[in-house]
């Protein structure tokens, strides 16, 4: 069984720090990584994917991916008010796989 | 133009109604899925449309009936539906075929409950 696993939270993060939400993977043959946000009673909106091992920016959110060790994080940098939400991550697991598998989930919360 | 349209966006329905659910793209994804999220838990895949061919079946109960009459709608037919189906129910979009990451882009969802 696939699996997908992040913590639950909820996390609490001041406004204008630095939000990390991790996440790991159970199958070493993952290749495509993704970060959806989820505002409360809204569709997933995707935010970040990566491929490659290393991080990949954009804006104010980093993705980092270890395929060695499993697992895919993103950094949200200068957090605001707004970015409180439940951070969804996805795998694709294997080759010519449509399906992604989620993780459970992680609720955001920044305070002002 | 990035965007994945559902109508309609709240749906209520007795047990015995027949209705449907309707999902349009205009990315020129070839692969739509159907996905029910209940509150608070990940969106949990139905299924997936590949090419306009039925390709994954999450052993999802008969009363729910997928339906992709081209390659930019997905339809989801509901009949018989039981209270513990009320949920959001999310269509999705991507590339489609083996190449690339094949991300997937969600529409709005429709809030169905079940009387």
């Known amino acids: 069984q696939k699996e997908v696993e992040q913590n639950s939270g909820p996390l609490s993060v001041p406004e204008g720090a630095i939000a990390s939400l991790n996440c790991t993977y159970s199958d070493r043959v993952s290749q495509s990584f993704f970060w959806y946000r989820q505002y409360s009673g809204k569709s997933p909106e995707l935010i970040m994917s990566?491929?490659?091992?290393g991080d990949k920016e954009d804006g104010r959110f980093t993705a980092q991916l270890n395929k060695a060790s499993q697992y895919v994080s993103l950094l949200i940098r200068d957090s605001q008010p707004s970015d409180s939400a439940t951070y969804l991550c996805?795998?694709?697991f294997g080759f010519g796989n449509e399906k992604l598998t989620f993780g459970t989930g992680t609720r955001l919360t920044i305070i002002p | 133009d990035t965007e994945v349209t559902q109508t309609p966006k709240h749906l209520v329905m007795g047990m015995t109604n027949k209705k449907s659910l309707k999902c349009e793209q205009h990315m020129g994804h070839r692969a739509m899925y159907w996905y029910k999220q209940k509150a608070k838990k990940p969106p949990e895949l139905m299924f997936v449309y590949s090419y306009e061919k039925l390709s994954i079946n999450e052993s999802v109960p008969s009363r729910f009936s997928p339906e992709c009459p081209n390659s930019s709608l997905l339809n989801l037919h509901l009949h018989a539906l039981q209270p513990e189906d009320s949920a959001l129910y999310l269509c999705?979009?991507?590339?489609?075929?083996?190449?690339?990451?094949?991300?997937?882009?969600f529409g709005p969802g429709t809030r169905l409950t079940v009387l």
């Open positions: 996805a795998v694709r």
């Open positions: 990566i491929y490659s091992n």
């Open positions: 999705a979009s991507s590339q489609g075929g083996l190449a690339g990451g094949n991300e997937q882009f």
